[in-house]
């Protein structure tokens, strides 16, 4: 059990807005910022959101970012059938010491 | 281009070793802390260790602390894990990626990863 909850799976249709929950606590989300990775199968991890809401150099400006206290949301605009793929938050985690990974939202599209 | 590449993974036995290593191009290797991410079949994320630049520093998770060892060769632009008294739940595609240091999951970019399967 992560201790950052993300939703095991989420869906929508062409062209919808989804977005996607990552819960955590003071320890993490609460006083450190989220990141957010993108996996298709079989394939390595790609950093989608770093600093809460900051998208690296490629990544469209569909993906979206927010934190608000010790929950986190990955937003998705103009959902296309390429971004299905399983979702990851990240936090450092100040009582761990280290970085904790949400158990990952397989992203559907419909 | 930014590369990193994994390469050591296998089947061992429980209680047996295996030493997995990244090799790295594409950047100045020695200015970089780097990490360890695993995921085990068809489960999530879990990061195992880094490596400071230098070498001076190392963490783990709690879980591989005394059995997996970190370090790398900044002459040879590689970063090594060393996987001892390996158990049947550290079964997993092990990735190595590039760390931007400090308290923060900031990973990028990833190597392809190598599997490492535990078993009798």
């Known amino acids: 059990q992560s201790l950052l909850t993300q939703p095991p799976s989420a869906s929508g249709t062409p062209g919808q807005r989804v977005t996607i929950s990552c819960s955590g606590s003071s320890s993490n989300i609460g006083n450190n910022y989220v990141y957010w990775y993108q996996q298709f199968p079989g394939t390595a991890p790609k950093l989608l959101i770093y600093s809460n809401n900051l998208r690296p150099p490629g990544v469209p400006d569909r993906f979206s970012g927010s934190k608000s206290g010790t929950s986190a949301s990955l937003a998705i605009s103009g959902l296309r059938s390429e971004d299905e793929a399983d979702y990851y938050c990240?936090?450092?985690?100040?009582?761990?010491?280290?970085?904790?990974f949400g158990g990952g939202t397989k992203l559907t599209v419909l | 281009e930014v590369q990193l590449v994994e390469s050591g993974g296998g089947l061992v036995q429980p209680g047996g070793s295996l030493r997995l290593s990244c090799e790295a191009s594409?950047?100045?290797?020695?200015?970089?802390?780097m990490s360890w991410v695993r995921q085990a079949p068809g489960k999530g994320l879990e990061w195992v260790a880094n490596?400071?630049?230098?070498?001076?520093?190392?963490y783990y998770v709690d879980s591989v602390k005394g059995r997996f060892t970190i370090s790398r060769d900044n002459a040879k632009n590689s970063l090594y894990l060393q996987l001892n008294s390996l158990r049947a739940e550290d079964t997993a595609v092990y990735y190595c990626a590039r760390d931007h240091g400090g308290p923060s999951p900031w990973f990028d970019p990833w190597g392809q990863g190598t599997l490492v399967t535990v078993s009798s």
């Open positions: 490596i400071k630049e230098d070498g001076s520093e190392k």
């Open positions: 990240a936090a450092w985690d100040d009582s761990l010491s280290g970085p904790l």
């Open positions: 594409g950047f100045i290797f020695s200015t970089y802390w």
